[in-house]
């Protein structure tokens, strides 16, 4: 079950998908394996959770195919580690389980597992579940990705009001204001908790610039959105937007009337309803001193260059 570089599959040509098998029967690796190679996947294997972690370290796979019970470090408490990781917890783990295991099936759900495949293992079904969480995973990464790209992050929290994914743009944002060890970690989710309830909350990062967090809403099972954007603080635009005293959200709805967006197209991109922009837009008029649309957007194009 060595990597082979020729295989793909035929919706990535170039970039063959890697999947991290982890059991400590190599029978069941070695079946496992030569299907995964026959539907073009690459393969690593790995008989127990250290050798699963040792394998993480080198490449971080498309999706895990994991044993649930190992001598050891079992699948829940790898799966758990793995989620643990900023880096490594987008990746979709299908746990393989006995099938009359129900308290297994519900601890591997617990602890991060996106499915389960019963025992003996029926190869097209375990396929088939394992193609389509790697795709919705790769589709997800994507999205997140273009998030990150256009400078703003994405933050989700459950329904316990937890941090449950953070796009890497808003992990490196809120490490910035917050640090990174437990007791400031508990300081952002206060922070994130708060945006949520308030819909919106800045952090003073000093020179670094002022890190805005807003609610987005609510997102499937109890969980919420939070979209962060940082502004320089020091930058000519900064300066000249506080000196006109624009709410962030006031600042964001002129940015898109100067790209050119009618204000229904400013409330699908920005969540709201038509009647919020126009209000929005009648302060912005107001405290920019115009009346019209056009005037606004000539203003908008020197306040906001970098935007």
């Not at 020729?6 to 029967?25: H, W």
């Not at 993480?56 to 699948?75: H, I, K």
């Not at 989710?189 to 609610?215: F, I, K, P, V």
Request: glycine share 8%; proline share 6%.
């Amino acid at each position: 079950m060595n990597p082979t570089p020729e295989l793909s599959t035929p919706d990535t040509p170039s970039t063959p998908l890697v999947i991290l098998v982890v059991d400590d029967a190599v029978d069941t690796l070695r079946m496992l394996g030569d299907a995964l190679i026959g539907e073009g996947y690459l393969v690593l294997a790995a008989r127990d959770a250290q050798e699963a972690l040792a394998r993480f370290e080198v490449t971080v796979p498309d999706g895990v195919l994991l044993d649930a019970v190992m001598p050891g470090m079992d699948g829940f408490a790898l799966c758990r580690r793995i989620k643990q990781n900023p880096v490594w917890s987008h990746v979709p783990i299908v746990f393989m389980t006995g099938l009359s295991e129900s308290d297994q099936i519900l601890r591997g759900f617990a602890s991060g597992g996106v499915d389960y495949v019963v025992k003996p293992l029926r190869i097209p079904e375990v396929m088939a579940r394992l193609a389509t969480h790697v795709r919705n995973a790769r589709v997800a990464r994507l999205a997140q990705a273009a998030v990150d790209v256009a400078g703003m992050g994405t933050v989700v929290l459950d329904a316990q009001g937890r941090v449950a994914w953070s796009s890497p743009q808003a992990l490196a944002w809120m490490g910035m204001a917050f640090g990174t060890d437990t007791d400031t970690s508990s300081q952002a989710t206060a922070w994130l908790n708060q945006a949520l309830r308030s819909n919106e909350a800045m952090h003073d990062l000093g020179r670094q610039g002022r890190l805005l967090a807003r609610n987005l809403g609510p997102g499937t099972l109890g969980e919420s959105m939070l979209l962060l954007t940082l502004t320089p603080s020091d930058s000519p635009a900064a300066h000249r937007l506080r000196q006109v005293a624009l709410t962030p959200r006031e600042t964001e709805v002129l940015s898109w009337l100067a790209k050119g967006k009618t204000n229904r197209d400013i409330a699908d991109i920005l969540g709201m309803s038509h009647r919020t922009v126009n209000k929005h837009l009648e302060h912005v008029f107001e405290k920019l001193g115009v009346e019209t649309r056009s005037a606004a957007a000539a203003i908008a194009g020197q306040l906001l260059p970098m935007i």
